[in-house]
């Protein structure tokens, strides 16, 4: 199977089993005739290509925009990836529609969009019911004409695909492929990635990007392609009228330099953060339209694909060199690549390629059997017809055929050529291209593998967070993870509505959000510019019991991360402006939570379940209490509460730590050693009696809470309420099975709580239509009954124990999201590695333990009901309410 896009992205889409063969060689398959395209071409006056195939068999379609236009076509800009920039960028907006609104427009008729881009390719497709067809065709060709690359997108664009050069140059696989081309193509720009040179490409700028879209996205280097449940006289009249007002444009040639004969043997080897070796052995070959390439294709399938291929039956089988081995062929518009991958043991590196290459020279001296040549024939077909199950993939392929050959027939011969090759043609391929002159050959290996000296031993394992405390009291946490370039650093301190009373609710939000506009040195704006000129990003946020700063950078960027922590932490001017705007914006909060229902009834909740009591207050503040608060209270609650003795600060990522703690000790050393705040908090007075408090909103959706009072961070009750809270949120969850599902009476259902300093609260909640309160109140209060008196099932428990563990493991993967919790636990004198307990915790709770924790909590305490309503026009956003 001929292979067009970027390094062996063909997979096999159907499965091919081969019948039991005899000893004797096999009749050769009756050739198979493929009719010629149906295919339908016009060419518009403006050069525009149209191509359409009518194909009734499925009430859908796919619409592909194809712009001859990818990463060896950058001319002036090679290496930047501004092909693969405007990819990101090209659904961003245009004149008339806004990214939103291109998403919407084609989610609104059931498609789905997305884009990939080559070498020698942008592709941008849609696969849309038979309805959504004209929409799709209107979207395309407005993003194609039409995009305005807002200058906003495009910094976050930036980011993203800044992200992705992380993500890639930590990928082995990868970077062997990158290498393999590096290697190989010493003048054709395939030597670069598709993405680009991550140098180069952060030089690009905006207006670069947009001048390169007006050279190249113009009518006569476009191709739409449309295949499905369509009338191709309609779709061909609507793209003209859509592309009647865009004329033909001058395409100035882009000159591609050729890749001369490889005229010796090239060999790299280099290390890598890796456990395995990955070898990659490739040969130079000619470009998709040369007679020699289904042979080649062929060849490619006898050694190194499936359990039964040469390669894998010999070097990972029988010899255990590999633990995984292929061959590919790759024969894109110009001269491609044929290759071996492996991955295996460094100590096998040299066997494994010797082998390799004795089996290559073993064809190419007494070539394939029959049997080899006709089951790779079968393979090739089954996976080339498989691949046209689908309208993408007759598009796909109908636009490769297009792009690459000007023939719409192009696949068709190519299946009838892959019949007709013969043994000789298999040993002459092997004989022409493979040979130790065009070979080249790479491999990324494992740290100190390729000195043959171990790397010395370390004394903390990678992974483990070390904790060490500054002079001043500051802890600090330290994880070193070398997965990828990135780095979370981050900032928590006591504080949060615990600290504050109804004259200055809100200060925490309020002094957090004013800590990053400005300091003696910095504005706001250069604050902003500095982190986010390096891939960076800095928020900070306020919550029930602290407060927090926060950063991400990338490993090179670390000390800038420290010292702008350091800076706003320590410097921070709050000017009058800037506070005036944040108060403006924390009021408007304010009162949008009066729109958010469930918002509403955890509110008022609150006040009822916590009476003068800081949890009684609202995280965003009241807009009395905002409106009076000053520069001078920001300033003070700063001092009194970033002091190094009530905060920790965590480095979580590509780092070492002894280095890390050098620069924290350097850029926070002089912060002042205070006090650990709050360790006096007392608790809310309890409740006497439960109560019910109301809300009218002109509203369409009823919301009911019921609030129990808490428990504490520390308590021993904390994991079997989190289990009961697991249990009662779930769509398997009694609440939401018995009052939504059999009774109907509920929009949402479930549970959430807080946990604190001081004990916190247990709630239970609903949406559902106002008429029906009443009743879903009886129901939802008898469930809650059954709870408090028999306890979760066997069944519910063990869910909520998976359920729980799992969440902290997945969570744990991002190494800014794990500092922060980490930081939270040793903040609130649990021990940063109090995570480690959870598993052995969570398992320990027994259904007794259970069953005594929801009698203690939900049968022996009083409770406030907070119900929201009546009902009226509108509809409220559903949601679990959050607590931090």
């Known amino acids: 199977m001929y292979r067009i896009e970027a390094a062996k992205l063909f997979a096999t889409i159907l499965s091919f089993t081969m019948v039991n063969l005899k000893a004797a060689p096999p009749e050769p398959s009756p050739m198979i005739a493929f009719p010629p395209s149906t295919a339908q071409k016009w060419t518009l006056p403006n050069g525009l290509t149209i191509i359409v195939q009518e194909d009734h068999s499925a009430p859908v379609a796919s619409v592909q925009a194809w712009c001859a236009t990818g990463s060896i076509d950058e001319d002036q800009h090679l290496g930047a990836g501004l092909s693969h920039i405007l990819e990101h960028m090209l659904f961003k907006g245009t004149k008339t529609r806004s990214a939103n609104q291109i998403a919407q427009s084609i989610q609104n008729v059931g498609g789905y969009i997305n884009a990939y881009t080559s070498f020698d390719r942008t592709v941008f497709w849609i696969d849309v019911p038979k309805d959504g067809v004209g929409t799709a065709l209107e979207v395309l060709s407005d993003a194609m004409m039409n995009s305005t690359l807002p200058p906003d997108e495009y910094k976050k664009e930036q980011e993203v695909i800044r992200r992705e050069f992380a993500m890639g140059m930590d990928d082995p696989d990868r970077m062997a492929g990158l290498l393999l081309f590096a290697t190989a193509y010493q003048r054709h720009p395939y030597q670069f990635p598709v993405i680009g040179e991550l140098e180069i490409y952060n030089q690009l700028t905006q207006e670069q990007v947009m001048q390169y879209y007006k050279t190249r996205y113009v009518p006569n280097n476009l191709t739409l392609v449309i295949v499905g449940d369509v009338d191709a006289e309609k779709v061909r009249q609507q793209l003209a009228d859509l592309f009647k007002p865009y004329l033909e444009k001058s395409l100035k040639p882009v000159f591609i330099p050729s890749e001369p004969p490889q005229l010796g043997r090239r060999e790299v080897h280099r290390e890598f953060s890796t456990e395995l070796t990955h070898l990659s052995m490739a040969w130079h070959i000619p470009e998709v339209t040369s007679p020699d390439v289904p042979a080649l294709d062929l060849l490619s399938t006898i050694l190194g694909e499936g359990r039964s291929s040469r390669l894998y039956r010999r070097v990972r089988e029988e010899a255990g060199l590999a633990f995984s ?27 494994a390629e010797q082998l390799a290459l004795q089996m290559v020279d073993e064809v190419k001296q007494t070539g394939v059997t029959a049997e080899e040549l006709e089951k790779a024939r079968k393979i090739t077909l089954s996976q080339h017809l498989g691949a046209l199950t689908t309208m993408r993939g007759q598009a796909s392929d109908i636009g490769s055929n297009w792009l690459l050959t000007r023939d719409l027939n192009f696949s068709r011969e190519y299946l ?80 949060g509505l615990l600290a504050e009373t109804p004259h200055d609710n809100g200060v925490t939000r309020l002094m957090a959000k004013a800590l990053l506009k400005g300091t003696k040195t910095h504005t706001a704006e250069q604050i902003a510019n500095e982190i986010e000129a390096v891939g960076g990003s800095i928020s900070s946020d306020a919550g029930n019991n602290s407060f927090s700063v926060s950063l991400d950078v990338m490993e090179p960027d670390v000390k800038l991360g420290l010292d702008l922590l350091s800076d706003v932490l320590l410097n921070a001017t709050f000017p009058e402006k800037a506070i005036a705007r944040e108060k403006e914006i924390q009021i408007a909060a304010i009162q949008q939570e009066e729109e958010q229902l469930t918002t509403v009834a955890r509110n008022i909740m609150r006040q009822a379940l916590f009476p003068q009591h800081p949890y009684a207050l609202r995280s965003n503040g009241s807009v009395e209490a905002v409106q009076h608060l000053t520069q001078k209270d920001l300033s003070d609650f700063r001092d009194r509460y970033v002091v190094a003795k009530n905060g920790v600060v965590y480095v979580f990522g590509d780092v070492k730590a002894v280095e890390v703690k050098q620069l924290v000790e350097q850029a926070l050393g002089n912060m002042k050693p205070g006090a650990l705040a709050l360790t006096d908090a007392k608790p809310s007075t309890p409740l006497s009696k439960s109560e019910t408090v109301e809300s009218r909103k002109d509203k369409a959706q009823g919301v009911i809470m019921v609030g129990f009072r808490g428990a504490t961070l520390s308590s021993p009750d904390r994991y079997a309420l989190e289990l009961i809270d697991e249990a009662s949120s ?89 500092g922060y919790h980490c930081a939270l636990d040793e903040l609130y004198g649990l021990g940063f590695n109090y995570y480690k307990q959870l598993e052995k915790d969570v398992n320990a709770v027994t259904l007794e333990d259970i069953k005594k924790v929801a009698v203690k909590y939900f049968r022996d305490q009083p409770y406030v009901l907070a119900t929201v309503g009546p009902p009226a026009s509108a509809k409220a956003t559903a949601g679990k309410p959050e607590e931090k």
């Open 730 to 818: 779930d769509l398997g969850s009694r609440f939401f099975i018995r009052i939504r599902e059999k009774m109907g009476l509920a929009y949402y259902v479930g549970a959430a709580q807080m946990q604190g300093l001081v004990p916190g609260l247990f709630s239970f909640y609903l949406g559902t239509d106002p008429q029906k309160i009443e009743r879903v109140k009886t129901e939802l209060l008898d469930e809650i009954h059954k709870l408090a008196t028999e306890g979760l099932t066997p069944e519910e428990l063990e869910r909520a124990k998976r359920r729980l563990i799992g969440q902290q493991e997945i969570a744990n993967q991002s190494n800014d999201a794990f």
């Open 325 to 351: 081995i292929s061959a590919f062929s790759y024969t894109p518009g110009d001269p491609g690549l044929f290759g071996i991958d492996a991955t295996l043991d460094p100590k096998k590196l040299q066997a």
């Open 416 to 495: 009838e050529a892959i019949q007709k090759v013969t043994l000789n043609d298999i040993k002459r391929v092997a004989t022409t291209y493979l040979t130790e002159n065009n070979l080249t050959v790479i491999s990324l290996n494992p740290k100190g593998s390729l000195s043959g000296k171990a790397e010395p031993v370390k004394s903390i394992a990678a992974g483990e967070i070390q904790k060490f405390e500054l002079s001043n009291g500051l802890r600090l946490l330290v994880r070193e993870d070398h997965r990828l370039p990135l780095v979370g650093i981050g900032a928590v301190f006591r504080g």
